[in-house]
């Protein structure tokens, strides 16, 4: 994909025009992404993709509700694409231009913080005007219920106008475009019984209903923060791979002049210089020199990997060891690290897909309560002979008693719940939604390293070595930053062996490490350094090192990673569910095999890379399997995102974390089946809750419109068939309890029954 705008004379376009900001692709089409702030709900994701539709030059217009944004693609060389703004205007969106370099995702959050103040001020409000309300409860009257009334109004009216502009603001645009959505019955319940409220404090009537306007906002602003929350996570995961881009390369011309030219500038052909420690700023061919470069972005592995003139490196990598110059193939939009950026966008759009019960009630519930109220009012007229105050008491009384708090609340109760259960377990939940799905997953894919094993390089025994031996490998070792060297000097310690005294210690990039023992040469680093023969090597691709002393022969020290504490045991549970589990990995086969074998996993891959794991999981997907997919490297975040449902490591990069919907705190990966067994017993709380909840609106709805309720007995009734499905929720404490008993025993248990296996096997 090449940038179609990033410059004004590219495209005829001036900065401010949408024009400058659109990009061609592969195949000759043109796309633009705007950002939408007031994308918010089902109703909006509908209402901006069937008005594009409406262009005809537009062949496809597609809003990513996670990242609050609108893609539109075309082909057409004369299509204005500021006419896509100007279509958005019209339905009432602002967009803007989304530009990953300039802005990012790194602007300030003004609407979460916006959020958390009418949260607050409406929380405040809403205690308050309760506590107030006692005296009237209790029977006041007179002068006294007339001042609590005054009072309460004197905290209602700023409270409402303040904490109720989300709703009031997201129901004027819908108006002002002749649609409605969800927030318009609510503003105007909110509203009528605030202005119905003064009324009757006005007239001295026995009834006032602040309370109830404020607590409607109080519930609805929790979950409409928490939303918004959900989908702040989904965009610092993108914001976090974009960290790994660099701004320029240094560049070496044709006289051998040096200079640093920003990404924009470079060229395919350029040479570019690239020291040790610096992150590879391109895609390119290594031309000369050698290094270790750690490949975990591509690979997800934690062993830096050797390259030599030739060989690729990639942007967002990081060169370890040695000088490299690289000839550029890719910068910018068309590296790989730029391609992990779209995978990733796209990913989190295909999983914001997953619409939820009470998003796809959306549709139906505004129309539904309009009417309702509507046909409440105009009955009660005809009945009470045009008594407007009683008529509209009735009809405020069927909006509030309508309102979706119960069955807003059917989920994100039992999610706070199970989130709780989990943390005590050591998982921590991001996303509620990961919940729901959890329970129905039939497939679970984990990555290797760092996921299935605890990420770090062990020494395995070979058999009798000196000490002598040993102590010169660690003191060779110790003058590396490489992961086998710091692997070496770790084992070496936990013997209690001193590292020897090694001289004249230097580090050949992409060979290894030689100095003097004793007056002798000693070299480790790369068996073919050493002078170890081919044929010597066992052929099961597990990482090596090399040890020769002048005059001896020379010593293989063979790696592994080592499982996780449980891990056996994991799988097997998993099994017992009935569930498929594999391994996806960007290692070579050997490692990979010999852990799948370790595990009891008999369906592995190896040897992938991130585009590939993304397309497995998505080829599962297509086939119909729900995956839960786990794993931790920046390698995996787009087949994290693309999964049913995903899940990392505490230990995980922090691309690999955020994408991630589930965090498992421990080194044990017991909790892995733990969490399924909380998700199945959480959907059916969800389900008897979303029944609760469907049972009251059965119920209150025909009490009210036959005005046997008041708009306070709305508001109670409401308040408490939220109590009744919040209580509900409560039971997974007890359900689960035992359970985390037995998972905290189970560890103990697993992790001596594995330290006796080892000591039988060693």
Not at 292 to 297: C, F, G, I, N, T
Not at 343 to 359: C, G, N, P, W
Not at 382 to 393: A, D, E, H, I, K
């Amino acid at each position: 994909m090449s940038c179609c705008g990033m410059r004004g004379e590219e495209t005829g376009g001036a900065v401010g025009s949408a024009a400058y900001w659109v990009r061609e692709t592969d195949d000759g089409a043109r796309e633009l992404t705007l950002s939408v702030p007031g994308i918010h709900c089902a109703a909006c994701i509908s209402t901006i993709e069937k008005g594009l539709r409406e262009i005809p030059a537009l062949e496809e217009g597609r809003v990513n509700f996670t990242l609050r944004q609108v893609k539109a693609r075309w082909h057409d060389p004369n299509f204005d694409p500021d006419d896509i703004p100007r279509k958005l205007a019209e339905l009432g969106y602002e967009a803007r231009p989304f530009d990953p370099q300039a802005a990012g995702f790194a602007q300030d959050d003004a609407e979460a913080a916006e959020l958390l103040r009418a949260l607050g001020v409406a929380g405040f409000a809403a205690a308050n005007i309760m506590m107030l309300s006692i005296s009237v409860w209790a029977g006041a009257t007179g002068l006294t219920r007339d001042f609590f009334h005054w009072a309460s109004a004197v905290l209602a009216v700023p409270a409402v106008l303040y904490a109720g502009r989300p709703f009031f603001r997201s129901a004027f645009a819908a108006l002002s475009q002749a649609r409605t959505n969800m927030d318009v019955p609510i503003s105007l319940g909110v509203i009528t019984a605030l202005l119905m409220s003064l009324y009757q404090t006005a007239t001295h009537q026995q009834h006032a209903y602040f309370d109830a306007a404020v607590s409607l906002l109080f519930f609805l602003l929790i979950g409409r923060y928490l939303d918004h929350r959900m989908r702040a996570r989904a965009r610092s995961a993108v914001t976090q791979l974009m960290a790994l881009s660099s701004e320029g390369a240094t560049v070496i011309e044709a006289d051998g002049k040096t200079r640093f030219l920003p990404i924009s500038e470079l060229k395919p052909g350029m040479l570019v210089r690239i020291a040790p420690g610096e992150r590879v700023p391109v895609d390119g061919l290594v031309e000369e020199g050698s290094s270790d470069v750690d490949m975990s972005v591509i690979t997800g592995e934690s062993n830096p990997e050797r390259v030599k003139p030739g060989e690729e490196v990639f942007a967002g990598s990081t060169n370890i060891t040695g000088p490299l110059l690289v000839r550029l193939k890719a910068a910018g939009e068309d590296t790989f690290l730029a391609e992990m950026i779209r995978l990733m966008a796209a990913a989190e759009k295909s999983r914001s897909a997953y619409v939820r019960i009470a998003d796809r009630l959306a549709g139906y519930y505004a129309p539904v309560v309009h009417t309702l109220a509507a046909l409440t009012l105009g009955g009660w007229l005809y009945v009470t002979g045009f008594n407007w105050p009683v008529s509209l008491l009735h009809a405020i009384t069927v909006l509030i008693i309508t309102c979706p708090c119960a069955l807003g609340l059917a989920v994100p109760a039992v999610q706070v719940v199970a989130a709780g259960v989990l943390f005590r377990a050591g998982v921590m939940v991001k996303d509620g939604a990961a919940l729901e799905k959890l329970a129905d997953i039939d497939t679970v894919v984990f990555d290797k390293t760092g996921t299935l094993t605890l990420g770090q390089l062990k020494l395995l025994e070979t058999g009798p070595v000196s000490t002598d031996i040993l102590a010169v490998a660690a003191g060779l070792a110790q003058g590396s930053s490489h992961p086998l060297s710091r692997a070496i000097v770790r084992a070496v310690k936990e013997r209690g062996i001193a590292p020897a005294v090694v001289v004249e210690v230097e580090e050949l990039p992409g060979r290894g490490l030689k100095g003097i023992w004793q007056g002798r040469e000693v070299r480790l680093g790369a068996p073919g350094f050493c002078g170890v023969e081919e044929e010597v090597l066992d052929k099961s691709d597990m990482p090596h090192l090399a040890l020769s002393v002048q005059g001896r022969a020379p010593v293989l020290f063979p790696f592994a990673d080592e499982l996780r504490p449980n891990a056996a045991a994991t799988i097997r549970q998993l099994k017992d569910m009935g569930l498929r589990v594999e391994i996806i990995s960007g290692d070579r086969e050997g490692p990979v095999r010999a852990i799948a074998e370790q595990a009891g996993i008999e369906h592995f891959r190896a040897r992938c890379t991130p585009q590939e794991k993304l397309a497995y999981v998505e080829g599962l997907a297509k086939a119909g399997a729900k995956v839960l997919m786990v794993g931790d490297g920046i390698n995996d975040a787009p087949a994290l995102a693309a999964g049913y449902v995903s899940m990392a490591p505490s230990t995980a990069s922090d691309i690999g974390r955020t994408a991630a919907q589930l965090v498992f705190l421990t080194d044990s990966l017991r909790p892995v089946a733990f969490s399924l067994r909380v998700a199945h017993r959480a959907r059916r709380l969800m389900t008897q809750n979303f029944g609760l909840a469907i049972i009251y609106n059965i119920i209150a709805v025909p009490v009210a419109v036959f005005g046997y309720a008041t708009p306070l007995f709305a508001a109670i009734a409401m308040s408490s068939s939220s109590i009744i499905v919040v209580g509900n929720a409560l039971r997974l404490n007890f359900i689960t309890r035992s359970f985390i008993g037995r998972l905290r025993r189970g560890q103990s248990e697993d992790a001596t029954a594995e330290a006796t296996q080892g000591r039988q096997a060693a």
